[in-house]
């Protein structure tokens, strides 16, 4: 009888003990390279103290720049919204449609030392998994990509 009692209390104390693991958002560093189809490339840098937007390698557009300011809390505090909600670091997608919709985007995350990189076309299918939000990513990324 003690036996089953104390592998029962031992299997309770080690699924108990396996806790989930937890992510230090304040580490994020997030990069977006965002292909505008034949007009080149904007590469957006993230952090919780700096934002860096390299518009130079555009080719359709004379408004060119390379822009460092500070990172926006309240900005960078949705962008880490966002990892959180749409479980971005551990999200998997390598869609590409450039060269049908004109644009899409390469993200790269970093947190402590881990990483995770996936692409988002502009146009996502109808069964893309939670579009909407992923949709409203997207728009919020623009938001920095606007020299």
């Known amino acids: 009888m003690t036996k089953p009692l104390f592998i029962l209390l031992f299997c309770v104390f080690v699924l108990s003990s396996c806790n989930k693991e937890e992510l230090n958002l304040s580490t994020l560093k997030v990069e977006v390279l965002t292909y505008s189809g034949m007009c080149g490339t904007i590469l957006l840098k993230i952090d919780s103290l700096n934002t860096q937007l390299d518009s130079t390698k555009l080719v359709c557009q004379t408004n060119k720049a390379l822009i ?43 947190m402590d030392d881990k990483s995770n990189e996936f692409s988002i076309s502009r146009n996502m299918s109808a069964d893309f998994g939670n579009k909407e939000k992923f949709e409203e990513l997207l728009l919020f990324i623009d938001t920095f990509n606007n020299p």
Do not use: P, W
């Open 68 to 110: 460092k300011r500070e990172t926006s809390t309240e900005k960078f505090n949705r962008m880490k919204q966002y990892v959180s909600t749409l479980n971005l670091m551990n999200f998997k997608n390598s869609s590409c449609a450039r060269c049908t919709d004109g644009v899409d985007y390469i993200f790269k995350l970093t």
